[in-house]
């Protein structure tokens, strides 16, 4: 997918609109928890401002839905851009208003301000043209490095491009180009890891992957929907009745195309969804009506271990387990763990939580890629078309 990007546009001393993925973790009282996708924007920026670039940062954070919420406000990121950036990045008070429009129109060559959040205003999210337009007239050229919203249309993601010379940042042309190479011209053995809480969630990812992969391993809440379509029992376990034969022809379809699709073969229990509940081992034949299965058991662990021994590309979605509670963590650490050893392998995390597990198992070093948005990444593995990207132009 060749992308125009920020390196084919005219950006010297131009007002630049740059789409950022500012949608930033904060404590109550604002201080921001984690600071990676607020990192992970400066080469774009910083590539800017080394050619005397104005530029003019928005982003939206969390669901305001179209109010001004103050809990939501960019401040505590137009304080962090400053430090890392090492020169005052100003907050405008509004979207595209009064304030908006002062700040910009006043901006010297290296200048940064920082729009309030887009969502705040009730257009963003229907992208609505008249917003579109607002936005592209406080600058003359428009950049998106926002993949974690690309499958979202809006007036800042997409509408703007319509109006103004378009390219994508560096994020956005490295998530296309390591994402898309895995997909399309994977080195091979490849195998792919999902897992979450449900099938009806992946339909289309599993369905995609298994197009292309040579070894799928299930894990998280989903198996239990796969047990008891081979008419097991799966106890209080998270279970999806009515997707039974979807994962039976899932399972076709993997066996008619030659795909080893490894279920978990064994589970740790727990009584009940709490940090502290009492445990136990069962094997997935035999789970007991009053038990939940919260993790893949240790004979899982070690198939799964043996099948990414050998991998040459590995894409991971979503945890094996409820790794936010350390007591069911252990199978997604494991993994996580045997992923940062593989040698010679191109190793992907495809966001969300399975990107929050690494994070937190001080990992993140040690795989190739990180992607940046977890609905996003899934859209685009599914092969949909992402209104963030269409809009921009092809070289």
């Known amino acids: 997918m060749n992308k125009v990007t920020v390196k084919d546009l ?54 305001p839905k179209g109010e001004v919420k103050p809990e939501f406000s960019l401040a505590p990121v137009a304080k962090e851009l400053s430090v890392q950036l090492g020169r005052e990045v100003k907050l405008a008070k509004d979207v595209t208003g009064e304030s908006a429009k002062e700040l910009t129109s006043n901006m010297k060559e290296g200048d940064v301000v920082l729009l309030e959040n887009v969502r705040f205003d009730p257009r963003e999210e229907k992208n609505d043209e008249s917003l579109s337009k607002e936005f592209a007239s406080l600058a003359e050229v428009y950049v998106n490095d926002a993949f974690g919203t690309c499958h979202r249309a809006h007036s800042s993601t997409a509408g703007v491009a319509a109006f103004l010379p378009a390219g994508c940042g560096f994020l956005i042309e490295k998530e296309l180009k390591v994402l898309g190479d895995a997909l399309n011209n994977p080195t091979r053995p490849f195998v792919a890891i999902l897992g979450g ?11 995609s992957l ?24 799966v106890g209080n ?59 893949i058991g240790p004979e899982t662990i070690e198939i799964f271990k043996k099948e990414l021994q050998g991998a040459k590309t590995v894409l991971w979605n979503g945890p094996v387990g409820v790794s936010e509670f350390d007591i069911f ?8 763990n045997c992923l940062a050893e593989l040698n010679d392998c191109t190793t992907i995390i495809g966001g969300g939580d399975s990107a929050a597990a690494v994070t937190k198992f001080g990992l993140g070093d040690k795989m190739s890629h990180i992607s940046t948005g977890g609905g996003a990444s899934l859209e685009f593995i599914e092969g949909k078309k992402l209104p963030g990207i269409e809009c921009i132009p092809n070289k």
């Open 10 to 63: 005219d950006v010297n001393g131009k007002k630049v609109l740059l789409r950022c993925d500012f949608n930033v973790p904060l404590t109550e009282d604002g201080v921001i928890t984690d600071k990676t996708r607020i990192i992970a924007a400066l080469p774009t920026i910083q590539f800017l401002l080394d050619r005397n670039s104005k530029v003019i940062l928005c982003s939206h954070l969390g669901r």
């Open 197 to 207: 809480k449900k099938v009806s969630d992946k339909i289309g990812v599993i369905d």
């Open 210 to 233: 298994l197009d292309k992969v040579d070894t799928l391993l299930i894990g998280g809440g989903m198996a239990y929907t796969f047990f008891k379509a081979q008419g097991y029992s």
């Open 237 to 295: 376990s998270i279970c999806e009745l009515d997707k039974l034969d979807l994962a039976t022809s899932l399972m076709e379809k993997a066996k008619a195309k030659g795909v080893k699709m490894i279920l978990p073969v064994d589970n740790k229990l727990g009584r009940e969804f709490s940090p502290t509940t009492e445990t136990m081992y069962a094997k997935y034949t035999e789970l007991p009506d009053d038990w939940e299965g919260f993790d």
């Open 329 to 336: 963590a252990e199978g997604t650490k494991q993994i996580a």
